[in-house]
């Protein structure tokens, strides 16, 4: 095995293709732009050939190699998408491919389990066989189900397995809902909206939004121990942790916790393959160091950028451990005893 810079690296959001779960799932939010803005020819790097998604093997693991990429912590998609009537068994398919590939390969793969949210009560027993037979790590949820975000109240029960369990939660963008776009993001040329919708900025304010709701709704304070992972350096949200602590005080939400105190004890961040040191910088006086994991979002963004940007960045020595791979193993150990 390959670590390049001789640094071991844990890259927490890398994603395989499950075809079945694929194919089953609806896509209502996405523009009519969408698949000329992300064809590989319209020059954006978020279109991997799908052989390439499929792999979880030696492809995968030789192009980790090449750039020193030690553990990539594997996730499926489109879970949220499925309907309800087959969410249960596509999203146990899709959990059994990660299982096999981490059992080939244990000291490569880890993985989130994905969960069938259109059913809670499946998706709880889901998480359970998982982490408690499978050793998943945690699990990721990508953007809302039916339209509503996790804090609906039906979702409870997902949240609080997550919290007995000791496992994060991977809150992953996904496009908003058509009704948000057609306000926000249409209007233009449909390769245009499309991306602002998506890459450019839907995502990630989406995803903002989400967690808001979520630490709105109570969650934090009924859940004080539970742990959010937000890519793309946390979503915009670190940028604007005092404003919001300003509008939204606890005598105005009625919750125990600060938003501030939340991001600082409950969230990690990761750069999702946004190399860029100004953002790391901030984020590490907004968060601390010890909040800083490492993703790639491979295979939609290339492994080669990983390394560089580590072994270049304007930290320590230990710092760079930190964030390489000793928050994710601390983090991971939370967890452990109950998949042992």
Known sequence: MSEVGGRRIIAFEEHFLDPAAAGSAGFDARSPGFAEAFHPSRGLPYAPAPETLRDLGEGRLADMDAHGISVQVLSGLHAQNLPIDVAAGL???TNDLAAAAVARHPERFAAFAVLPTADPAAA??????????????????????GGEFLSA??????LERLAALRVPLYLHPAPPPLATS?????????????????AAWGWHAETAVHFLNL?????????????????????????YMERIDEALP????????????????????????MWT?????????MLGIERILFAVDYPFLPNDGAAPFIESARLTGIEKDLVAHGNAERLLARGAHRRA
Do not use: K
């Not at 066989?129 to 949820?141: D, Q, S, T």
């Not at 040191?277 to 590490?284: E, G, M, P, T």
């Open 124 to 145: 709880v027993a889901e998480l359970t066989r998982c982490v408690e037979e499978l050793g998943f790590v945690g699990a990721l949820v990508h953007g809302r189900t």
């Open 215 to 239: 630490y709105l709704a109570g969650v934090f304070d009924r859940h004080p121990a539970l742990q959010v992972i937000l890519g793309h350096w946390g979503e915009l949200l670190p940028f």
């Open 153 to 158: 109240s039906r979702f409870s029960p997902i």
């Open 91 to 93: 999203t146990r398919g």
């Open 250 to 273: 606890p005598r105005a939400t009625g919750l125990e916790r600060t938003f501030v105190d939340v991001m600082r004890r409950n969230v990690f961040v990761t750069p999702s393959g």
């Open 182 to 198: 057609a306000s926000n993001y249409d209007g233009f040329d449909p390769v245009v909206t499309a991306r602002l919708q998506t």
């Open 277 to 285: 040191q100004a953002n790391l910088d901030y984020c590490v006086a």
